[in-house]
């Protein structure tokens, strides 16, 4: 006889901790495979959760790590959603993305006097 352990559906909870926007995308995810529950592969929505379960999955350009720490009654706002997890994901990623320039502001008066000189300085040589 074993003894369940209470639990709440996987694309549910990603739901409820605002992973995904919607369960369906959250189911769709779990569908694909690339969802791994304690190093488990799953492929299916209804696969439970439970808490310190640790969840791997990609989102958008990163591997997210995340240890589940509650279930959850609710989608709620995000203060609470964040109490639902930790997230082990190596940090060294995420700043590395805040500290690269974005590529599509337009350049500053100081940035084309720079271009300017530079230019001016290739001709003269």
Known sequence: MSILKPGIRIDKWLWQARFFKTR????????SGKLRINGS?????????S????????K???TRVIEVYEL????????????????????EKKSAQIA???????????D???????????QQN
């Open 24 to 31: 369906g995308l959250a189911a769709k995810l779990v569908k």
């Open 41 to 49: 592969p799953v492929s299916k929505p209804a696969r439970n959760v």
């Open 51 to 58: 808490v310190a379960d640790i969840l791997t999955f990609p």
């Open 60 to 62: 958008e350009d990163d």
């Open 72 to 91: 959850g009654r609710r989608r709620g706002p995000a203060p609470e959603a964040q109490a639902l997890y930790y997230d082990l994901s190596p940090l």
């Open 100 to 110: 690269s320039p974005s590529t599509n502001q337009k350049p500053t008066s100081r």
């Open 112 to 122: 084309r006097r720079a271009l300017k000189k530079f230019k001016d300085d290739l």
